[in-house]
């Protein structure tokens, strides 16, 4: 028993010495593609989302993350006022638009 434990223990002068070198590259191979396939694409979106949001303006039309089909009446710093119907007006954060119509675009999705 005492020889499994032994065993079990450091490995000995020139028994493995590449192994560490091998372990290191693929750890960073499996980081390199951790960050191509998923941190930039998503910075990415997130860049092209803040860009959107940016860019509304009176007039266009909108979706609300709730579903909620609207136009743009006036525009703050982080707050929208919307109009629902006629003479309907509710105040909405910037962060809950998941599609943007522009003035004069045709209606569709634009994900």
Request: overall charge positive.
């Amino acid at each position: 028993m005492f020889n499994q434990v032994l065993a079990m223990g450091q490995p000995q002068a020139g028994q493995g010495g590449g192994e560490i070198y091998s372990t290191i590259i693929m750890f960073a191979l499996i980081i390199g593609i951790f960050y191509f396939m998923i941190i930039r694409p998503q910075q990415k979106r997130q860049k092209e989302r803040e860009l959107l949001l940016g860019q509304v303006k009176k007039g266009d039309k909108i979706i609300t993350s709730g579903g909620i089909h609207a136009k743009v009446i006036a525009v703050e710093e982080k707050i929208l006022l919307i109009e629902i119907a006629d003479n309907v007006k509710v105040k909405i954060e910037k962060n809950s638009i998941s599609v943007v119509n522009k003035q004069g675009e045709v209606e569709g999705v634009t994900q």
